[in-house]
C-alpha cells in the first residue's frame, strides 16, 4: 500500500526558504506522477506544483511560478519542493500527492480525484 510522508515544513519569515521533501514507499512511482498541493484555513485545496515522471514535464500555480521548484528524485522515490521568496499568503498546510495511473502534471494539479495524499507538513510564513 502506498505510503507518503511529508517532512520539511516549519516557519520562516517572508523573504525565507524552506524544502519539502516527500518520501513514498509501499510503490514505486517510477513511472507515475507526483506533485504538491497546499490548503490554507478556510480555502480549498490547491494544486502548486506536479511533476510528470516520463518527460519530467512540470506544472505551477500562477501564484509560485518563478519562486518554487518540484524535482524528483526516482531511486529515492522521493519528490522535493524548493520554496523560496515566501510570502505570508505562502502559509498553508502542503500535502504531498501522488497517482498510480498515467496522466499530465496539469491535470494531477488541477483535478485532485485519484490522488493519494500524505499527511500534510505546516508552512507559516510570518515575520
Known amino acids: 500500500q502506498l505510503q507518503l510522508v511529508e517532512s520539511g515544513g516549519g516557519r520562516v519569515q517572508p523573504g525565507g526558504s524552506l524544502r519539502l521533501s516527500c518520501a513514498a514507499s509501499?510503490?514505486?512511482?517510477?513511472?507515475?506522477?507526483m506533485g504538491w498541493y497546499r490548503q490554507a484555513p478556510g480555502k480549498e485545496r490547491e494544486g502548486v506544483s506536479c511533476?510528470?515522471?516520463?518527460?519530467?514535464?512540470?506544472y505551477y500555480a500562477d501564484s509560485v511560478k518563478g519562486r518554487f521548484t518540484i524535482s524528483r528524485d526516482n531511486a529515492k522515490n522521493t519528490v522535493y519542493l524548493q520554496m523560496n521568496s515566501l510570502k505570508p499568503e505562502d502559509t498553508a498546510v502542503y500535502y504531498c500527492?501522488?497517482?498510480?495511473?498515467?496522466?499530465?502534471?496539469?491535470?494531477?494539479?488541477?483535478?485532485?480525484?485519484?490522488?493519494?495524499w500524505g499527511q500534510g507538513t505546516q508552512v507559516t510564513v510570518s515575520s
Open positions: 500527492a501522488a497517482r498510480l495511473s498515467i496522466t499530465t502534471a496539469r491535470a494531477m494539479c488541477t483535478i485532485p480525484l485519484k490522488n493519494n
Open positions: 509501499g510503490v514505486t512511482l517510477d513511472y507515475y506522477p
Open positions: 511533476i510528470n515522471s516520463s518527460d519530467g514535464s512540470t
